[in-house]
């Protein structure tokens, strides 16, 4: 199994919401990885989690939570969000310091 | 993170060799090149990459330049499938692991 899992594929939410975006991948990497996409921009990182702790915070907003419960899930729960942050939110994962792997994306729409 | 260059756009025909650029002329003795590209409505999917020598895989091959301030990634027979965004990334040091994706090469592949 070489695939990055991401669910739901589509979402959309209110600014007073809370929602939660999943990634699971079952390759036995123990670095995952989520990154945002705006439309007709490159991907951005957002965090990075290696061995289910988190490593790196690109200075995310504090309405952007994530999760690492186990070394094959990801979460990243989001509560009251802005219009601005609807995106494509990219997750992937990697041995550490190997190739990325990328799930298809959760497009996000915030009315 | 130092810092590549990549032509906004490339065409090619379908069969034929593509040959796309990247400049990196403030690389570092530790980074390692990645290729990724981006198909439409897709996540970035891993090309290659290679530190000083060149390398070949079954996507590609990597033309790495003697001073390694350039790249150059070649597609050896175009498929109407190649059309993607094509990312050069610098990996290494402190960030390794960490993609820091630039604009890209947008790839059009005509029949």
């Known amino acids: 199994d070489t695939e990055v899992t991401q669910t739901p594929k589509h979402l959309v939410m209110g600014m007073t919401n809370k929602k939660s975006l999943k990634c699971e991948q079952h390759m036995g990497h123990r670095a995952m990885y989520w990154y945002k996409q705006k439309a007709k921009k490159p991907p951005e990182l957002m965090f990075v989690?290696?061995?289910?702790?988190?490593?790196i915070n690109e200075s995310v907003p504090s309405r952007f939570s994530p999760e690492c419960p186990n070394s094959s899930l990801l979460n990243l729960h989001l509560h009251a969000l802005q219009p601005e942050d609807s995106a494509l939110y990219l997750c992937?994962?990697?041995?550490?310091?190997?190739?990325?792997?990328f799930g298809p994306g959760t497009r996000l729409t915030v009315l | 993170d130092a810092k590549t260059t990549q032509p906004n756009s490339m065409e090619s025909n379908e069969e034929e060799p593509v040959h796309l650029p990247c400049n990196h002329s403030?690389?570092?003795?530790?980074?390692?090149i990645h290729w990724y590209r981006q198909l439409p409505s897709q996540g970035p999917e891993y090309v290659i990459h290679?530190?000083?020598s060149n390398v070949n895989n079954r996507m590609a091959s990597l033309a790495i330049a003697e001073d390694r301030k350039s790249s150059t990634l070649i597609l050896h027979r175009a498929t109407l499938r190649d059309a993607a965004v094509y990312y050069c990334i610098l990996t290494g040091g402190t960030s390794y692991g960490k993609l820091t994706f630039g604009q890209g090469t947008i790839l059009t592949v005509h029949p």
């Open positions: 989690y290696s061995y289910e702790k988190l490593s």
């Open positions: 290679g530190l000083t």
């Open positions: 992937a994962s990697s041995r550490p310091k190997d190739e990325q792997f």
């Open positions: 403030t690389i570092s003795g530790t980074d390692y």
